[in-house]
């Protein structure tokens, strides 16, 4: 085993990206879907932590990112409910296969 | 010096009595819109003698010269400097002539009109468009450039489609006026390319200039012009060619004529105005108008309208023999008179001694405009005496209608060429200038003459007298005054209209001319006409079956001048039979199989791609991601591997 | 040699990732947001692990406490008690894992070609006041501009958010 560094949090923060994007793809749940976003973004935050710690330890830029990030993910996450609370009104069901109309 | 206000009234009246009914008639004035035309109509009238009269005793003639005035010019259209189209009156011997005909008789059919249309549901839309008409027909003659008179002239070709298709509801009048309309267009092409040949050449549109430039011999325009031709003729000639055809379509001469008996669907008194006395002159009145390029710069095209008018002349004359309508016969009649005129433009000559036929011919047609108005409204007192056009429904009318008969006998001898009428001096003007210039067309004229007699008195004896007329139903008088006075006006016109010296007033160049008048001459003429009138006495007088004898005998001859000469055929079959098979046919296959296979293809082509693409569109948000995804692992393999 | 905070680093990522991974592929609902929540709690360890207190505290406060008790809520107004998530079909898993192996892949190759310089500056604590400071620093540094736009943008959010919910009044009516 090897002293942790730069080159495992990366490696953490690029597979939680790939778990999300994996979840992304393969749920029909509107709402796990979410929960895979929350993970992807879960992961773009760390990897600003992990460059702000060992590359730029002087500055705070990451850190600030990702606090703006995690503002912004809040948001994200209600308007999301809202909007996925509303499909379910009117479609009873969440299930993306379901809501299709916006095509061709 | 002209007074020009005076002239610009004279058309500018009934264009506000058109506007005016037209806008209002309908609604506001139902009743009185009649009285409202026919009073515009009047102060025109006036106003077209009062500048006949200063024209002809006070201002016009100058060291014995009638000059050219042109009292009021406009620039209406300018597209750059020098380059302009302008709307000018012109005054001068001819156009003041015809200010006073077309004035006239339209007054008169005017007149008619307030009896004979009365209880018309579109009485007012009736005198607007007769408004309409006389506005086109006295800007027409009062035009002093060339393509003003285009204007004017397919404005009189509208205004005569609308008087024919009067009557829409009747479906053989709306054939007519659509026939009218196509015939007479098809001509104003020609007219169209004329004029634009004509005026290319000369380097103006206006007709003092124009004429000054194409026709003296040393002139740059003349230079120019000489050196382009097409299939071995020059340019001028072809544009002369094709001006004469555009007047020979308006004044229905041969084979242009086709339109004109079918144009008798419209009332009577519209037939009388304009397919009688104006309209169909107007391609005489072209041609004189222009007739100093016709005679001294293509002389060639002259002698075409001459041969043109003397066999219009002689056809229909032999057409008119056979006709039951008794319209029709006046149609026919009427191109033969108009072939008269043709033809004594065609042997005339600009100068040297032989202008008298353009003195003759312009002579005929004033006389013509009295006598065969008052003839077609006369027709028109008996078809409303009798409710019928055809003559075996006639006969026997002169004790019902005294006035008619009288007038219509004046003008029977009017045209038939009998001294003193007025025909008869006009015709022999024609056939002396004609026996001066042109032997083959003097004998001619003078059959048709003689059957001009036949077939008016035929006419005649089979409406006044024949078998006893039978009254069906109530019976009723002649018509009020309205329709009288007009019989009676035009019958004293008819009449008298040949005392006038005519030469002294109208001619080529405005030098008066002597009128040449040999008694000797006139005996061969007046012989036939008499001829003319005893054969019709003894075949139509009483009722009997010598006339059908006759035409038994004469067979295939009867036979094909009662069908016109199949003329009417030979346009069908052309147009049906050679042109649509072999060019709209050919043309339709290519525009719905090329052209529309073009546009299809391309269409099809579009929708067949958008069909295959729009599956991308599926709505479905995680194959987005899976396009998105494998995008940007694809770009990123690319900027990283690729970019070196 | 091992000492106390390797292992501790591992265990965390472990935890991060195999709850994220369970998260991704449970077929029960309930339990997915379970498993976020414990793979977002790993992450805040993370955080904890590199000395970033003040961010791993906001990581507890708004993932842990808002947006997955928020999420849970969400499950139990659309979910019917003891319902399975619907499977998904076979082609889509294996061609989404391929592509999503790839991309990791490319990306770790990349990640271990490049050379990282670390530089030998002087480390800012990351207390909260230095970062009081620094957030509501107008000059230069500063994070003013910034922090009044993510207020704009939540002030945005919350009003759509009441649109949203508001849009089936008139329906009732």
Known sequence: ?104 | MPNSTAIALIPLLPLAGFLLLGLAGRKYLKNSSGIIGTALLLASTVLALYTAYEYFFVYGRVNGVYQQFVPLEITWLEFSKGVSINISLIIDPISVMMLVVVTFVSLMVHVYSLGYMKGEERFPTYYSFLGLFTFSMLGLVLSGNIFQIYIFWELVGVSSFLLIGYYYDKPSAVAACKKAFIVTRFADLGFLIGILILSYSAGTLDFPTLIQRLTSPGSDEIKTAVTYSFLGISALSWGAMLVFIGGAGKSAMFPLHIWLPDAMEGPTPVSALIHAATMVVAGVYLVARLFPVFALTTPAVLEIIGWVGAVSAIIAAVIACTQTDIKRVLAYSTMSQIGYMMFALGVSSYGGGGESGYTASLFHLFTHAMFKALLFLGAGAVIHFVHSNEMKDMGGLRKYLPITHITFLIACLAIAGIPPFAGFFSKEAILLAAHENNKAIYWIALITSGLTAFYMFRLYFTIFWNKPHVIHGEKHGEGGWAMMLPLVLLAVGAAAAGFIPFGEFVSPDGKPIESKFHLGFSVAPVALGVGGIIAALWLYKKQSDKSTKLAASLGRLYKAAYHKFYIDEIYLFITRKVLFNLVGRPAAWFDRHVVDGLVNLAGNTTQAVSEGIKKVQSGKVQQYAIYFLAGVILLAVLVIYGWK | MITGSTIIFYLLASLTLTCGFLSVTTRQIFRAAIYLLFSLIGIAGLYFWLQYEFIAAVQVVVYVGGIVVLIIFSIFLTQQAGEKLAKQKPGRKIFSALAVFCGFALTMIQVYQHTFYETSETPLPTTVFNIGKKMMNVNEEGYALPFEVISMLLLAAMIGCIVIALRSKPETK
């Open chain 1, 1 to 104: 085993m090897m002293e942790p560094g730069l080159y495992h949090l990366l490696f953490i923060s690029a597979a939680l990206f790939f778990i999300g994007v994996y979840g992304f793809l393969t749920r029909r749940n509107l709402i796990t879907m979410l929960m895979s976003i929350e993970l992807i973004l879960n992961s773009v935050n760390l990897n600003f932590i992990a460059f702000n710690k060992y590359l730029w330890p002087g500055k705070m830029d990451g850190l600030f990112f990702t606090l703006f990030i995690i503002a912004i993910a809040a948001a994200e996450a209600a308007v999301a409910i809202a909007i996925i609370i509303n499909l379910y009104r009117s479609h009873q069901s969440i299930d993306v296969e379901n809501a299709e109309e916006l095509k061709y």
